[in-house]
Structure formats: structure tokens, C-alpha cells
């Protein structure tokens, strides 16, 4: 253990309630381990939170003693965030808990929540909160970052549907911010990440809902242009109610899929509905209508079996990167070139995820929060997901060379929750107009860059550190 790592631990021991690990303790091996096995961090110690003293104490004890601090909730930051190599880990695991005032439509949920945590309580009442579709997704990080899903273009992100964060801010006290106090930190939590301190509660707006028309099928050949077309054209029509997103990949060799098209280049489409039967049925109808559709479903479905259906598909340990930005137009151009990539994509699980989101998100204005780009309704994801470490370099190096492709075509800015760990860069890029309010307010609550293992906004007067 280094020196401050030490003087940390002492300063803990006896006062924390929670749980410390340190590297020699029984359960620290699995407690270490995050989302993402390309990231591998060896932390000199694990503070695993009780409640919100724990987590004052954690936060002062480790600035008094200049330990680098990660903070963890869901622990599936794609850039590996919720850890690191000899400083500390906050680590909120132990404070997992949601309740709700059905009758006010309002819910409140501990800052160390999934997804799931939330969806569970909420659901009993037949109310939603609009969130990510991966269900073991932590709802810290996800919402601090905006938060998209199936519901955007209904409700609106995540972070707009939150009404108040409580905060543990790098001076160890507890802040409450909403629309009606400190105002400019509401604004930036509602985007950007875990910049300003360790949210410790968050109270969000719930929407009635609970179940919803699914329909999936896949496309091969020519068709997939032909879908891409279709999908750009209509989307910016469609009413709100639904949620169309698109796959590029090559077809799954399951059971599901017929033997003709496994392994092949295939768009996955997926429909979800949330409005009156008739018209979803023509929607999907009309978009089925439009070349072959292998492996085709339509169900009516729970919420939290549409929540939960893709958390398979998602495991912990397996190794991704990705990189991802907005497009305001899916020209042709663009769509050939994720198309011709398709063929030489090195993993079977690896995806190009698109999805228009627009509705209740694109209705809120730019400077309402300080969430990126809200003009640009395409976003896209470059996921790379593949099992064995010999496959990095390939599997990096066509993510990027994909996206250096398209990155021409791109609307400046990206959805900071769906970036990787080297692209420090690119974080004024995703705030615009917003960068220097958010470097203001970051001076403001955490003048030494306390928090600084996030997608970073660096204080005025501090010097970049790790
Ligand atoms: C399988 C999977 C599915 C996903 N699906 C979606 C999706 O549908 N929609 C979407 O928008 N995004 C999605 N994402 C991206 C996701 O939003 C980010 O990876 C997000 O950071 C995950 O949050 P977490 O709490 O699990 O992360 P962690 O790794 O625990 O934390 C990530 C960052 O958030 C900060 N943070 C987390 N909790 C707190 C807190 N309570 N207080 C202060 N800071 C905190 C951490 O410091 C860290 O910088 C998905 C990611 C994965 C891996």
C-alpha cells in the first residue's frame, strides 16, 4: 500500500460503517472488477458506501490525503471510469433503493441504483421513468450523463425528467440542487456526468406506462440500404410514440435466426410502440413492407420485459470500445460507408447501433440543461464487443478506422455516456456553446478537480493531473 493509500485507510478504519477492501482481502478480487475487462485497475482500496456519511467521510478522508478517487454505481462506464490503479474507489453498490408517491408521479431513488432498481418499485404502480434499455446499467451514471432509451421520444432523457439531485460536493457537504436551488448546478448535473460530487439521491417525474408493442426482424443484401432510407425519411415524421432503432452487425448464429443468413451483414431492427395498437400495427407494417424481413416478431410485451430482454446480450467481462457521435442527415454517402465496413466487422457481437431520438428530448432547448447536441436526432454508436484479448487491436483499430470514415459527415458533439476513455479530447466538443457555464460551475464545486475520473471538465486555474 503507498503512503497516502495508508493514511487513508487509517482514517476510515473505526469510523466508516460501510465495507473496506484492500487488495489482500477475501472478495476484493470480484469487488474490483467493472463492466468493461478491457479496463483492468488494481485500486488501493474499495470503500464500499453504508450511506451518505460514508460517502462525506470517503470524500473528505481521501482529499485530505490526495488519493485519486473514483466513484462507482452500475460500474459500466464504457471508458472505464469507475476505477483506478492505487487511489480509491467510492463505491455505491450497498446503496441500492428506489420509492415512490405514485399519486404525485414522483420517485426517488439512492445513488448508487440500476436501472432495474428503479423499474421494479416504479412498475408497481404501473409508472416508468424514462431510462437505458440494458436493465444492470447503473442509473448514476447513465442519468448524470442525459440518459437515452426507449422512452426518449416520449418522455424526454433521463436527466430531463429528474426535479433534484443531493450531492456529496468535493468539500464533503451535502447539496441539494433543483430548479429552485443552486440552479447552475441543477443545470450541469443534468448532463454533465460526475463532474460536480457523488450524487447520493435523485428525485425524477414518472410517466404512466406499462406495456408496450415490440416488433423485430432482420434485413440482408440490398435491403439494408433500402431499410436505412426508409428509416431516415420516416422518423422525422413519426409521432412520438415510437421508438425505432437500427442494428448494423452481422446476423447472430442462434437458434432465432435462420441458418441462411448467420454470420451474414444484416441491419437488426427493432420497433417498440407505446401508443394506440391500430396505428403501431401500421407503423410496423409499413416498415416490414419494405424488402424481406427474416426472424420477424411482434409481441405485446411488460415494460420490464422490454427493459430487461437485452441484459443478456450485455454481459459483465466481456471487453468493448466504442466511439459515437450525432449526425443531422443520413446522406447516401454515410450509409455506404457503414454498410461496406460491415463485411470485415472482427466480432460477431460487435454493432453499429443507430437510433433517432427527437419527441419530448429534441423539444427541450439547448440551454435548459447541459446535456450535448439536441438538433442532431441521428446518434450513432460504434460498439466493439468481442470475448478474447487477442482480438484488441483489431477490434479497436475498426472502430476507429470507421469512424475517421464517417466523422466528416458528423454533427460536432457526442453523448458523453457513450464514449471511451481516449478521447479526453473531445469532452469540450460534447458541451458546444455549453463548455464555458460548465467550466464555471466546476470551478465553483470542485476547484481542485477532486472528481476527475468522468468525461472531465477541468476548473479554471487547475493543471490537468492523470
Ligand atoms: C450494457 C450497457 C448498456 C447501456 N445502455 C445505455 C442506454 O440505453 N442509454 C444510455 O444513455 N446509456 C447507456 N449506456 C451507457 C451508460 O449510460 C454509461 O456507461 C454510464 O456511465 C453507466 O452508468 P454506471 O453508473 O453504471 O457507471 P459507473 O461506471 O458506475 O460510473 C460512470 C461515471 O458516472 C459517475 N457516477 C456514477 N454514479 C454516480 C453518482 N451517484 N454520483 C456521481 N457520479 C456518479 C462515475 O464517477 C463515472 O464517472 C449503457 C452502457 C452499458 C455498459
Known amino acids: 500500500m503507498s503512503t497516502p493509500i495508508h493514511e487513508l485507510f487509517a482514517a476510515l478504519r473505526g469510523k466508516f460503517t460501510g465495507h473496506l477492501l484492500r487488495p489482500e482481502d477475501s472478495g476484493y478480487g470480484d ?24 460517502v462525506q467521510l470517503a470524500v473528505k478522508s481521501a482529499a485530505a490525503a490526495g488519493v485519486l478517487t473514483a466513484v462507482r454505481c452500475g460500474g459500466h462506464s464504457l471508458a472505464g471510469f469507475s476505477s483506478c490503479d492505487d487511489g480509491l474507489v467510492i463505491d455505491l453498490s450497498r446503496m441500492r433503493s428506489a420509492s415512490m408517491d405514485a399519486a404525485a408521479r414522483r420517485a426517488r431513488f439512492a445513488g ?6 428503479v423499474d421494479t418499485v416504479t412498475q408497481q404502480a404501473g409508472l416508468v421513468f424514462p431510462a437505458g434499455v440494458v436493465s444492470h446499467t447503473g442509473a448514476g451514471g447513465l442519468v448524470l450523463g442525459g440518459g437515452t432509451g426507449w422512452l426518449t421520444r416520449m418522455f424526454g432523457l433521463s436527466c430531463d425528467n429528474v426535479e433534484g439531485f443531493t450531492l456529496v460536493t468535493a468539500d464533503g457537504s451535502i447539496v441539494h440542487a433543483s430548479g429552485r436551488e443552486n440552479a447552475d448546478l441543477f443545470w450541469a448535473l443534468r448532463g454533465g456526468g460526475g463532474n ?28 439494408i440500404f433500402r431499410i436505412l432510407r426508409d428509416w431516415r425519411e420516416f422518423m422525422p415524421g413519426a409521432p412520438d410514440s415510437l421508438k425505432w432503432n437500427i442494428s448494423l452487425r452481422l446476423a447472430p448464429s442462434t437458434p432465432a435466426i435462420p441458418a441462411e443468413i448467420r454470420g451474414k451483414p444484416a441491419a437488426s431492427l427493432s420497433l417498440a410502440w407505446f401508443g394506440e395498437p391500430e396505428e403501431g400495427n401500421r407503423c410496423i407494417e409499413r416498415a416490414f413492407s419494405i424488402g424481406k424481413h427474416f426472424a420477424r416478431t411482434k409481441e405485446t410485451m411488460s415494460f420490464l420485459a422490454l427493459q430487461t430482454m437485452a441484459d443478456a ?10 466511439k459515437s457521435g450525432y449526425f443531422t442527415a443520413l446522406d447516401d454517402r454515410t450509409v455506404q460507408i457503414m454498410v461496406d465496413a460491415l463485411p470485415s466487422i472482427p466480432s460477431p457481437n460487435t454493432q453499429i447501433e443507430l437510433a433517432y431520438l427527437d419527441g419530448a428530448a429534441g423539444r427541450v432547448a439547448a440551454s435548459e440543461t447541459a446535456f450535448g447536441d439536441r438538433s442532431a436526432p441521428f446518434i450513432m454508436n460504434l460498439l466493439a464487443d468481442w470475448v478474447d484479448p ?5 477490434n479497436v483499430a475498426w472502430v476507429r478506422d470507421l469512424f475517421a470514415a464517417l466523422r466528416p459527415a458528423m454533427k460536432p458533439g457526442v453523448y458523453v455516456n457513450f464514449m471511451s476513455g481516449d478521447e479526453q479530447d473531445r469532452v469540450p466538443e460534447a458541451y458546444h456553446e455549453r463548455w464555458e457555464r460548465m467550466v464555471k460551475v466546476k470551478s465553483h464545486y470542485d476547484p481542485t478537480n477532486f472528481f476527475r475520473l468522468n468525461q472531465n471538465v477541468l476548473p479554471k486555474n487547475a493543471q490537468r493531473k492523470e
Open 112 to 117: 448508487g441504483s440500476l436501472l432495474g432498481t
Open 390 to 394: 487477442k482480438g484488441d487491436a483489431a
Open 196 to 223: 460536480f460530487g457523488v450524487v447520493t439521491e435523485f428525485e425524477v417525474r414518472l410517466h404512466p406506462l406499462n406495456s408496450v408493442l415490440l416488433a423485430t426482424s432482420y434485413c440482408i443484401g440490398d435491403d
Open 31 to 54: 469487488a474490483r472488477k467493472i463492466w468493461n475487462a478491457m479496463v483492468e485497475r488494481q485500486p488501493g482500496l474499495i470503500a464500499r458506501c453504508a450511506d451518505v456519511a460514508d
Open 313 to 322: 446480450d450485455f454481459p459483465h467481462g466481456r471487453r468493448y470500445y466504442t
